[in-house]
């Protein structure tokens, strides 16, 4: 996972990334930010489209940037964090 994208969400701000696995599951598409195409033109597009959409619209940021930050105090708090690597690492060690 992205500490970079956790860390913004953690502190409020919405995301646009680059919709890539490890993104989508940090990221809810249009609830907590946006995730944006790789490689292609509409892609970024999309990107510029929604940085001027955050920083036009107040309202819509600020929905955004409260459901980030309520995604990751519910679902990556650090305690939950240690204990998913704990199993992740218990598994593939066994």
Known sequence: LSPAVI???SAGVPVVASD???NR???VAKET???IPLGTRSG???RARNTDQL???AQSATRLAAAARNRVAE???PARMVEWYEELYT???T
Do not use: K, N, Q, S
Request: aromatic content about 12%; overall charge negative.
């Open 7 to 9: 860390d913004a969400m």
């Open 20 to 22: 890539t696995p490890t």
């Open 25 to 27: 599951e940090l990221v």
């Open 33 to 35: 930010g946006y995730l």
């Open 44 to 46: 970024r597009a999309a």
């Open 55 to 57: 920083f036009t619209d």
């Open 75 to 77: 679902e990556f708090d």
């Open 91 to 93: 598994d593939v060690c």
